[in-house]
């Protein structure tokens, strides 16, 4: 069933994650504002379930690993006890209570939620990845498959823009371990293949800007930059609402990889960012050619 009203107990709800979204995801909530109402809320529900998973990780620091495990675990069971039909307090429980009823409307699959619940999980005990295959493992849940959950709410045109789809979470999960790089290392991971540094002779752990660091960076923005242009292949895949909203974020997410250049490949001292303003401007732009 697919309907645009949002049931008169979960208005609170999906509000909650509404305001996760503009608050921690900027980028995308601006995406959103293209998208009509029926499907908005149900992109904020997705991103304010992945946002709370991601702080039980990251913002329980000072808990020990194993009550942060036991947390996401809970957070998993009481997610699958909604999807099979129990009731989960709105107002106890809002972005369980809301993401449970977009996945039942929109039919997205549960066990997308198992593999994203299991890469958080890693983030607890995987500090470092050997290979781009072995970083693919986690980006699995972390990332491609955001970009499975995403496509039931895009109404997509066509099964192929499955592949597509995944791509884009990979590229933007990419990006995101670019320009946090110190940000990580505060936490103890390094998101970067070993054998990338290796090749290069780079070390991140020093945070300094040498020869060795832009060329690694060079290479990694170039696959990136690769992720973004398959993932671009999906927009006539969408219908033209959901086109625009998407290929908003992704020349939106893109543009971080240029200012990570321009800044001399300096993820160190400080984080890349593309202004609010241009973000309001590239939205802008693309709502007045609908």
Same mark, same amino acid.
């Given at each position: 069933?697919?309907?645009?009203?949002?049931?008169?107990?979960?208005?609170?709800?999906?509000?909650?994650?509404?305001?996760?979204?503009?608050?921690?995801?900027?980028?995308?909530?601006?995406?959103?504002?293209?998208?009509?109402?029926?499907?908005?809320?149900?992109?904020?529900?997705?991103?304010?379930?992945?946002?709370?998973?991601?702080?039980?990780?990251?913002?329980?620091?000072?808990?020990?690993?194993?009550?942060?495990?036991?947390?996401?675990?809970?957070?998993?069971?009481?997610?699958?006890? *909604?999807?099979? &039909?129990?009731?989960?307090? %709105?107002?106890? +429980? #809002?972005?369980?209570? $809301?993401?449970?009823?977009? /996945?039942?409307?929109?039919?997205?699959?549960?066990?997308?939620?198992?593999?994203?619940?299991?890469?958080?999980?890693?983030?607890?005990?995987?500090?470092?990845?050997?290979?781009?295959?072995?970083?693919?493992?986690?980006?699995?849940?972390?990332? *491609?498959?955001? &970009?499975?959950?995403?496509? %039931?709410?895009? +109404? #997509?045109?066509?099964? $192929?823009?499955?592949?597509? /789809?995944?791509?884009?979470?990979?590229?933007?999960?990419?990006?995101?371990?670019?320009?946090?790089?110190?940000?990580?290392?505060?936490?103890?991971?390094?998101?970067?293949?070993?054998?990338?540094?290796?090749?290069?002779?780079?070390?991140?752990? *020093?945070?300094?800007?040498?020869?060795?660091?832009?060329?690694?960076?060079?290479?990694?923005?170039?696959?990136?930059?690769?992720?973004?242009?398959?993932?671009?292949?999906?927009?006539?895949?969408?219908?033209?609402?959901?086109?625009?909203?998407?290929?908003?974020?992704?020349?939106?997410?893109?543009?971080?990889?240029?200012?990570?250049?321009?800044?001399?490949?300096?993820?160190?001292?400080?984080?890349?960012?593309?202004?609010?303003?241009?973000?309001?401007?590239?939205?802008?732009?693309?709502?007045?050619?609908?």
């Amino acid at each position: 069933m697919i309907t645009g009203e949002r049931p008169r107990e979960l208005v609170g709800a999906y509000a909650e994650c509404r305001r996760l979204t503009r608050r921690h995801g900027t980028t995308y909530y601006w995406a959103t504002q293209l998208l009509p109402r029926r499907q908005r809320h149900h992109v904020h529900a997705l991103y304010g379930f992945c946002r709370h998973a991601d702080d039980i990780v990251d913002e329980l620091t000072d808990r020990p690993v194993g009550e942060r495990a036991a947390a996401l675990a809970a957070l998993g069971d009481r997610l699958r006890s *909604a999807l099979a &039909g129990a009731y989960i307090d %709105p107002t106890a +429980e #809002p972005v369980v209570a $809301a993401v449970a009823r977009t /996945a039942t409307e929109r039919g997205i699959d549960p066990e997308c939620f198992d593999r994203f619940l299991r890469s958080m999980t890693m983030d607890l005990t995987v500090t470092r990845y050997e290979t781009w295959d072995d970083l693919s493992v986690y980006m699995d849940g972390s990332a *491609a498959v955001i &970009g499975e959950m995403m496509l %039931p709410l895009l +109404e #997509p045109l066509d099964g $192929a823009a499955l592949g597509p /789809a995944r791509d884009l979470g990979l590229a933007f999960q990419l990006t995101n371990f670019l320009r946090d790089v110190g940000e990580d290392l505060d936490r103890g991971r390094v998101y970067l293949p070993t054998v990338d540094l290796d090749r290069f002779a780079a070390d991140p752990c *020093a945070r300094q800007v040498t020869p060795a660091w832009r060329d690694l960076m060079r290479f990694e923005i170039v696959r990136n930059r690769g992720l973004y242009d398959s993932a671009g292949a999906g927009l006539a895949l969408l219908p033209p609402w959901s086109a625009r909203a998407i290929a908003t974020a992704r020349t939106l997410y893109a543009r971080i990889l240029d200012e990570i250049e321009a800044n001399d490949y300096d993820v160190f001292a400080r984080r890349a960012r593309v202004s609010t303003a241009r973000k309001l401007a590239v939205a802008a732009g693309a709502a007045l050619h609908q």
